[in-house]
């Protein structure tokens, strides 16, 4: 089973960038579709946004279309999630995942491996 560990969360101002990563282990990380969730406190996982094998297809919440991209590199084992323009309700622990059927619009469910999430905190 793949290990994956997140990093990149950190403090921003509101409108700054924050690039997260996700570095998988253990697994063939091709064979996998990832996706990005985050938690607020309080509130429910939340899906953000999610790639295909190959990274041929991409989607993204409503929430976060235009601002967060999310990209792959397979032959470095990594997923990443580059965020603009943050603005304060984008504050939450971001956990990226590991599935095997891609979905636009995928559940917290649909991946069975996950890290141990990062923070972003962006003040407004």
């Known amino acids: 089973q793949v290990q994956l560990v997140e990093s990149g969360g950190g403090l921003v101002q509101a409108g700054g960038s924050l690039r997260l990563s996700c570095a998988a282990s253990?697994?063939?990380?091709?064979?996998?579709?990832m996706g990005w969730f985050r938690q607020a406190p309080g509130k429910e996982r939340e899906f953000v946004s999610t790639?295909?094998?190959?990274?041929?297809?991409?989607s993204d919440a409503d929430s976060v279309k235009g601002r967060f991209t999310i990209s792959r590199d397979n032959a470095k084992k990594t997923v990443y999630l580059q965020m603009n323009s943050l603005k304060s309700e984008d504050t939450a622990v971001y956990y990226c995942?590991?599935?095997?059927?891609?979905?636009?619009?995928?559940?917290?469910?649909?991946?069975?491996?996950w890290g141990q999430g990062t923070q972003v905190t962006v003040s407004s």
């Open positions: 995942a590991a599935g095997v059927l891609y979905s636009d619009s995928p559940r917290p469910n649909d991946f069975g491996s």
């Open positions: 253990g697994g063939t990380f091709s064979s996998y579709v």
């Open positions: 790639i295909s094998r190959g990274g041929w297809r991409t």
